[in-house]
């Protein structure tokens, strides 16, 4: 399966913008780039899902460049609450979810 | 409330005994998955299923087995169970276009094996 490698973990201050980049070099053409965040004890929430260029909802933006091998992640004005572990997985419509360690993010006062 | 129901929310048991994990899925999604996210081994695939086939196996031992029903809930039977089967259990579920919607997770079973 591909994998996908982010850095594991992350610190940043309220009101700044977070960009979490991960790798992923094997990815296949029917790979989906897939993020998800994590709250401790909970289970984990979809953010953003995109196939390429550039995806935006109401929470995050996903950047992904022409060769697809890496995607950026990028939340706006993170706030105490945005501290989290985030996923960054290969998704396709049959496969199932693989995760990986995720990167911390440490959001400070 | 993300729609994924698991039951029961904690479990505490001795070792050597059996449980059952519950999982609802969001209403009309009919695949269900399992995972087991432990400290030390993150979140782990165990077991899919669809419609009530299983579709895919992961890192599931064979103590445990796990079956979705003709209403589409699963369980997930932990047996003979032993210290490091400590952990939380996550059920997820998704519809048939998976790529627009992604995967719901429930709020886990936090099973803690004494």
């Known amino acids: 399966l591909a994998k996908t490698t982010q850095p594991i973990s992350m610190d940043s201050y309220e ?18 780039i897939t993020w998800y965040q994590q ?11 995109g196939y390429k260029t550039k995806v935006t909802n109401e929470v995050a933006s996903l950047f992904i460049p022409a060769d697809r091998k890496s995607s950026t992640l ?3 004005r993170v706030s105490l609450s945005d501290t989290a572990v985030y996923y960054c997985l290969l998704s396709s419509n049959t496969g199932k979810l693989i995760f990986g ?9 | 409330d ?10 505490i048991t001795a070792t050597g005994q059996r449980v059952t994990l519950r999982c609802s899925p969001r209403s009309g999604d009919l695949s ?18 669809y419609n009530g086939e299983e579709r895919a196996k992961g890192n599931i031992l064979e103590r445990f087995s796990a079956q979705q029903f003709p209403d589409l809930h699963s369980e997930l039977n932990l047996s003979s169970l032993e210290l490091g089967d400590s952990a939380l ?21 936090r099973l803690t094996v004494v």
Do not use: M
Request: overall charge positive; hydrophobic content about 25%; charged content about 10%.
């Open chain 2, 89 to 109: 259990y996550f059920c997820a579920s998704s519809p048939r276009d998976r790529l627009r919607y992604g995967y719901t997770f429930g709020s886990g079973t």
């Open chain 1, 15 to 32: 009101g700044q913008e977070v960009n979490i980049t991960c790798s992923h070099n094997n990815i296949a053409t029917n790979d989906y």
């Open chain 1, 74 to 76: 990028s939340l706006p």
């Open chain 2, 32 to 49: 269900v998955y399992w995972y087991q996210q432990s400290l030390d081994q993150g979140l782990q695939f165990l077991i899919q299923y």
């Open chain 1, 39 to 49: 709250f401790p004890s909970q289970g984990p929430r979809f953010i953003i899902q």
């Open chain 1, 101 to 109: 360690q995720g990167t911390t993010l440490q959001v400070k006062p």
């Open chain 2, 2 to 11: 993300s729609g994924v129901t698991q039951t029961p929310k904690h479990l």
